[in-house]
């Protein structure tokens, strides 16, 4: 007879665990308890099959665990012990972390199909493997109490299922049905009626409301975009499954496996076949989502005709959604009924809601696989508040990210918490937003900060929540942020290199940084060297007018005779500007792409971050190298002679020699100062990383030069993964003096 005690830890906690450890030892005949505590799952069992327990804990374990740890001892047996038993959450159990929303599962999307079942086409069934968790979750511990839940009383057989360890709903706390749950505003088949006759609709979500229109429909397409004054920026589409999706995209394998997870991301896949060009104007990819909610493949269920059954949800389904963020004016994702009929009012033809609320806002995720593997261009539904594991514990710290793409991230123990996407700190709204997800946050993980470390940017715009805090501050510089977020990640402690390529960060030295070669040592890091600067002629004017870069590289390669002629009379200030040589350097990578693609023709005038780069990638078929287009200069980076050659090329032929030569510059770059600093891994970070061709050409080529290079897996490269950064950096022990 053995009696061992086992701990279990990780993500163990809401997720139908406890059941899990029921079953498994009710199965293997032994006796004992289970219960959640402070560190996870802890467990006693007692039998001659006690051995076998530890293989099935793991093996078995429900889909939304994520098991960190098993520990197990031996202890002495209990005598006349004669059942196993769950205990439950009397006795003030601390309950230590919620999980992520995730999509419906298969068991529950069965019963939405089966005519007999009672939960028979409800839009809010769900059960311990899925449902929502961190958008209905105010607080721990992770009760029905404490979340959106609250005030729907179960009816008794729900309330039967939830007692009950042997169904799949034991203890599932967001447990519904059409007798006690939810109830959406509108008839399904009433909106997928509005949406098939050309209107937009509002619909509440997981985490906040989606504008959705008929996605083949031009015509409300460009309506949606003109109403939501979104410039050129792409939206995203919900399609059923990858069998419908696949007539008008390519799906690689890995990219079907993204699309079908559990967290359900928006995945950017490559266009093949027509649809409208306001989708995505300019861009070869289409971000893609099939359905999380079940309110959502509801829509597609009506389309499909309410088959009863589950073979509809393998075949292929012509309805096709526009699904994107309800966020007016860059402002957060709108989340509540009121707010939704006033701000969404002049979008949307039709406001969709329901009862439960969305407590937490949170957006979809947004990823692009990228060398094998999904890469993160936002990180939010689905993977928040999901831990990422670090080399080792640090003290408990905050960090408060940039100023772009901002997220927040707090430390416990060896995990650091990223929060969702925040967006951009530009406007009262969102740095309220910032707040909130930084206080939930720390109440999610029942944690107090000793620290607090943001962006070293002198206008970081949530400096009063820094103060409100009262603790110690830390400002790390932007690409030292980008770089550690990687080698935080990836779990490298060593001395490392690191290629940081984005827009703009504010470097250590008060001017524009954004192509940088740093080496980091623990906290500590050095700048090696930088892409050769260019100029900046109108600060942040030229970010979003990338034909000025262009004028810039004119100037720098001393063509300033070619200015006016390529660039029309509207540009003779600025060769003013430039000939005056009274304006600053940038190092950027992102306007190093501007000036390529206003140089090729591609894009004058950029309405939102990165589209430059978006535009030049979208002609690439294969990257080529121009073999003199590069110089390796002290250290630094000299692409100068590659945009002197572009001035002679077509669009095509000028975006595959820029892609591949600047790739092959910047291999040739780490390759030198990894010889002379005697280091291996090159972490490779920043927005301009999530340019999948050069991405791939540059890993690839450090690989092939025996280097290790790091790709941002769990955080994005962009300023979303900054905050990651900081934490590891200020729980490293960079305490400010
Ligand atoms: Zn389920
Ligand atoms: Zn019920
Ligand atoms: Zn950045």
Redesign the pocket.
Known sequence: MTRLKVRVRGTVQGVGFRPHVWRLATGLGLTGTVRNDAEGVLAEVQGARAAEFLHGLRRQAPPLARITAIESEPMPPVAGEAAFVILGSAGGVVVTSVAPDAC??P??LAEMCDPADRRWRYPF???????PRFTITRRLPYDRANTAMARFVLCPDCAREYADPAD?RFHAEPIACPACGPRLSAQIADVLAALQGGRIVALKGLGGFHLLCDATDAAVVERLRARKERGAKPFAVMALNAASIERWCRVRPAERAALGAVERPIVLLERRAALPEALAPGLDTLGVMLPAAPLHYLLFHEAAGRPAGTGWLAAANDLLLVATSANPGGEPLVIDDAEAACRLGGIADWVVTHDRAVLTRCDDSVVRVIAGAPRFLRRARGYTPRAIALARAVPPVLALGGVLKATVCATRGAEAVLSQHVGTLDNAATLRFLDEAAHHLLALLDTRPVLVAHDLHPDFPARGLVERFALPVLEVQHHHAHAAAVLAEHGVVAPALAVVLDGFGYGADGTAWGGELLRLDGAKFRRLGHLRGLPLPGGDMAARQPWRMAAAALHALGRETEIIPRLGANAAAVARLLASGRVPLTSSCGRLFDAAAALLGVLRISSYEGEGAMRLEALVRTPRVLATGWRLEKGSLDLLPLLDALRDCAAQEGAELFHGTLAAGLVAWARAAAAEQGLEFVALSGGCLINRTLAEATAAGLQAAGLRPLLPAEAPAGDGGLSLGQAWLAGQGALPP
């Open positions: 419906v599962c068991a529950c069934l769900n059960c311990t493997h899925c449902g799949r």
